[in-house]
């Protein structure tokens, strides 16, 4: 099993993570290949260029995610030697993953920690967001976005057979149980010391609605693409994706969102002012 391979505070593919003279992370391939389970570095040449085609594609320059370098590989008896290889981005990694064998394990599992890493990430270099420089404007950007994805993750989620608000109650809780070690939002209201005509969102910290954004995306794209059809095939797929977060928040040695502090009433920042700045921009 993944998890007896994997150190219960740090991802695997964390402990192998390097960081230059310049102080950019980054992944060497060869290692990425061992744990990937590749028998030989040459059977894995192929998934980094249809990684790079992907990066391509995506209108990203492949100089910023994979280049070349010499590589150390330890051997038995501590001896090193250095081999070629290729110094990869995280980004990269998201895209190794993604065209690697998704029949092996290890390798569904790459594709959750890199997809998580990855869209904090962007959400962390987001323009609007970078120019925030206060914890309340952060909680303002990402309760405005919270609001317009859970929109679309309903409208999906009605697409799927959650028609009824009761049964959408009850999709609800399942990816907060996912993502909360087992805890519905009753549960949550209870241990954030929440009132009950209070929302649970209204009263999250940024790192807390970040997470929660994830597994509502990521949620709503994965009933889309794959077309999930019934109530509880739905409920599951809510409470997996959330299972999945904090299983990669736990590995990278974040706290769990239930230990997350309880913050003031969002509502109180919108009545102190113009919020309209703080909404992310249209894309043109």
């Known amino acids: 099993m993944i998890q007896d391979r994997t150190n219960i505070h740090k991802s695997i593919f964390e402990q192998i993570r390097e960081v230059d003279e310049y102080g950019n992370e980054f992944w060497g391939a060869r290692k990425i290949s061992k744990i990937l389970e590749y028998s030989e570095y040459r059977h894995f040449l192929p998934v980094i260029d249809r990684a790079k085609e992907a990066c391509k594609n995506s209108g990203y320059?492949?100089?910023?995610?994979?280049?070349?370098?010499?590589?150390?590989?330890?051997?038995?008896?501590?001896?090193?030697?250095?081999?070629?290889?290729?110094?990869?981005s995280r980004y990269a990694c998201y895209l190794i993953v993604q065209n690697a064998d998704p029949s092996k394990e290890i390798v569904a599992y790459g594709q959750t920690y890199f997809a998580v890493q990855t869209r904090l990430q962007e959400i962390r270099q987001m323009d609007e967001y970078n120019r925030l420089s206060t914890e309340d404007e952060k909680r303002l950007f990402l309760r405005f976005e919270m609001k317009k994805h859970n929109i679309q993750l309903a409208d999906t989620a009605k697409k799927a057979g959650v028609i009824e608000p009761v049964d959408y109650a009850v999709f609800q809780n399942h990816g907060y149980m996912g993502l909360y070690g087992g805890l519905n939002?009753?549960?949550?209201?209870?241990?954030?010391?929440?009132?009950?005509?209070?929302?649970?969102?209204d009263h999250m910290g940024s790192t807390e609605l970040a997470a929660?954004?994830?597994?509502?995306?990521q949620t709503e794209e994965k009933l889309r693409k794959e077309d999930i059809k019934g109530k509880q095939k739905a409920n599951n797929i809510h409470f997996e994706v959330g299972k999945k977060i904090r299983k990669t928040i736990e590995?990278?040695?974040?706290?769990?969102?239930?230990?997350?502090?309880?913050?003031?009433?969002?509502?109180l920042l919108e009545e102190k002012g113009n919020t309209k700045s703080l909404k992310p921009k249209k894309q043109k």
């Open 61 to 88: 320059d492949i100089q910023d995610h994979f280049e070349d370098y010499l590589e150390e590989i330890k051997h038995g008896k501590g001896a090193k030697q250095k081999y070629t290889s290729v110094k990869l």
């Open 185 to 201: 939002a009753k549960a949550i209201h209870k241990r954030k010391g929440l009132k009950q005509n209070e929302q649970i969102l």
């Open 212 to 217: 929660n954004l994830f597994r509502a995306t």
């Open 251 to 267: 590995e990278i040695g974040g706290t769990m969102p239930e230990n997350l502090p309880i913050a003031d009433s969002i509502k």
